[in-house]
């Protein structure tokens, strides 16, 4: 069965934000493989930006800067937890779908994170990593 075959590939387990099973994921998984993760809670590591009032989560600032929301995912929920963290790297925690609002603009992100916890990803400040 390829779903059986599939779910293997998940690295999901309990997490303290949230009841039920997380499955760790990079954008890159998310984008090309979206329908693994349709409906299953996800943790994943990206850029947080804002497109026309609109909050995307993006592999990372360059995809931001050039505004390619085909390989973004909408953050939905409660988006108050990106409080002072658009614009940086964050780890989203929450729930994944498919069905995505329709943006303003022509392209689409892949799908949507309606969120339960945000943190502080890792930022490359002044180069001192």
């Given amino acids: 069965n390829d779903a059986e075959d599939a779910s293997k590939l ?3 387990y309990p997490h303290g934000v949230a009841p039920g099973n997380f ?12 329908g693994l993760f349709d409906g299953r809670q996800v943790i994943v590591p990206g850029f947080a930006g804002d497109v026309e009032g609109d909050l995307y989560l993006f592999p ?11 390989s973004s995912v909408r953050l ?13 790297n964050v780890i989203v925690f929450g729930s994944f779908s498919l069905r995505a609002p329709d943006p303003s603009t022509l392209m689409k992100p892949v799908g949507a994170i309606s969120l339960v916890h945000v943190r502080n ?3 490359r400040g002044d180069d001192t990593l």
């Fill in 10 to 12: 998940l690295r999901c």
């Fill in 121 to 123: 990803g890792f930022n």
């Fill in 23 to 34: 499955c760790r994921a990079s954008m890159l998984q998310v984008v090309t493989a979206r």
């Fill in 76 to 88: 939905l929920g409660n988006t108050e937890l990106l409080k002072g963290k658009i614009n940086s």
């Fill in 60 to 70: 990372n600032q360059e995809f931001y800067r050039s505004r390619d929301l085909s």
